[in-house]
């Protein structure tokens, strides 16, 4: 259904991170105000930068971003307390952005039988859960532990980390990076095979939540590559779930994957941050049972879900909520000679926050939000989505990347602990800052104006040997990102001589 822009044309208006009513009945951001001032930071290198895939710890009052220097060749991660104004952006954990750890070829496990062993492995999204932060990665791996994994070699490997809490990992000013090696623990392997880049994970997409018999359970937006398949090259977009603990070359049945989608081929080699966001929605006892995920071009779609005692998953009905001519249809920016990503890259979805309907499954929410890329002169959009199919402009001049709902407030019990459950009766009356006259407080991170960032090396090789004497490094295409319940907008301004 077509609607009309209203433009997002001329100087940027927002930087930062911002804050604003939505009405319900429109679908409007209204009254934006902003948070989060990115030039606020203590180290001259974090201030102005481009915030993604941003969440809330409502128990703490703290607001993580995750960040891609590509000067400094860094994955950080920053935090912010929100309780205390003015906000500023610290330093929570910094690595390299391409942690190798071993001057082996494929057999790195003979002279040191305790270690973990990466090769070209690239952090890339990051998650909270239950007072623990997770990062997902892919690249080369072998687990030297292992007897039987010590003599297998490396093999390409998509893994879930955790993040050792201690000071010399964390909180250290960012003034340096820590070893990601010492500083992280493997507690998944989600997938591992001897051909490199087969499937490969994003710089978004990746939540976590309990599972009917209380394990912690791993959700991953996935890009499965069939170029040696019979389909002949084709890309697409899955979703993966697997629990803590569990290792795929022991137990492959331990990954589950639904909701597969094909989508542009560029996505394999030109990565886009905040695409295949996922949002949880949980019931009443906390157990997921459903979830809305953008699928870069092809559009939005959500799910219901049904987890049995044993942790399987069943997707019981889906519906695709955005399709691709309406994730186009938002996008404003037109093919032009002067911006080859025009020509290559289609619209795709940034940023997704959802309202719930308590009285429907997840497949069928009321409305949801989501961005399109404002990389070229401010063209993005941040977009609402209704269940009948229209769509409108949320905040003309905006571009999300991460957009959350979410209460400020840590005394709201309710979210103290886990944000991502069913929002209360929006009628209802309420004293919480979730709630205003016109309906949920939307944070969302935005970006008007020029946009272009130089994000980690990514290798063009499939094999093994490409892999390993190809040293060349890629700059690809990065975008701003949003998240989770209070949306906040970041808006970056820059010349078009500063694009990379």
């Not at 186009?328 to 926050?353: Q, W």
Request: charged share 25%.
């Amino acid at each position: 259904m077509s609607f009309n822009m209203e433009g997002s044309n001329g100087a940027a208006r927002f930087n930062g991170l911002y804050e604003c009513d939505i009405n319900l009945e429109t679908g409007k951001c209204e009254a934006p105000e902003k948070i989060v001032d990115v030039f606020n930071a203590p180290n001259e290198h974090h201030r102005g930068l481009d915030l993604m895939n941003v969440r809330i710890d409502n128990a703490n009052s703290t607001m993580y971003s995750g960040y891609f220097d590509g000067g400094r060749q860094s994955f950080e991660i920053l935090r912010a307390r929100l309780d205390n104004p003015p906000v500023v952006l610290e330093s929570f954990f910094r690595s390299k952005a391409e942690v190798s750890n071993g001057h082996c070829l494929m057999q790195c496990c003979e002279e040191d039988l305790g270690h973990h062993t990466y090769y070209k492995v690239e952090p890339r999204d990051y998650t909270l859960h239950d007072g623990q932060v997770f990062v997902s990665w892919d690249g080369f791996y072998q687990d030297c532990s292992d007897e039987f994994a010590a003599q297998a070699g490396l093999r390409w490997t998509i893994g879930v980390s955790k993040i050792i809490q201690s000071t010399e990992c964390v909180g250290t000013g960012g003034d340096h990076q820590v070893s990601f090696e010492d500083c992280t623990v493997p507690v998944s392997i989600l997938f591992q095979e001897t051909r490199a880049r087969g499937k490969i994970i994003g710089y978004a997409g990746f939540q976590a939540s309990y599972t009917p018999s209380r394990r912690r359970m791993f959700f991953l937006s996935a890009i499965d590559n069939e170029e040696n398949g019979e389909l002949g090259g084709r890309l697409y977009s899955e979703i993966w779930a697997m629990p803590e603990g569990e290792l795929y070359p022991k137990n492959p049945k331990a990954l589950q994957v639904f909701g597969d989608m094909q989508i542009h081929d560029a996505f394999e080699n030109t990565p886009v941050d905040d695409v295949g966001t996922i949002r949880l929605r949980k019931g009443k006892d906390g157990i997921v049972n459903g979830l809305c995920r953008t699928a870069y071009d092809a559009g939005i779609v959500c799910y219901s879900l049904l987890i049995d005692n044993e942790d399987n998953i069943r997707v019981d009905k889906e519906s695709l909520f955005v399709t691709s001519a309406q994730v186009k249809e938002s996008c404003t920016i037109p093919v032009n000679e002067h911006y080859p990503i025009t020509k290559h890259m289609p619209p795709v979805s940034t940023g997704l926050e959802v309202v719930w309907d308590e009285a429907t499954g997840a497949d069928s929410p009321k409305m949801l939000f989501f961005g399109c890329y404002g990389e070229i002169n401010n063209h993005g959009n941040l977009t609402t989505a209704f269940r009948d199919g229209a769509i409108a402009q949320t905040l003309p001049g905006a571009y999300a990347g991460s957009i959350l709902f979410g209460p400020h407030e840590a005394a709201h019990e309710k979210y103290a602990k886990d944000f991502d459950v069913l929002p209360p009766d929006t009628t209802a009356k309420s004293s919480s800052s979730l709630l205003k006259a016109t309906g949920v407080l939307l944070l969302v991170s935005v970006v008007g104006f020029f946009f272009k960032r130089k994000t980690r090396a990514r290798e063009q090789a499939s094999s093994y040997d490409q892999l390993m004497q190809s040293d060349e490094h890629e700059i690809q295409f990065g975008m701003i990102p949003s998240s989770s319940t209070t949306t906040y907008v970041e808006l970056s301004s820059k010349p078009l001589d500063n694009m990379a």
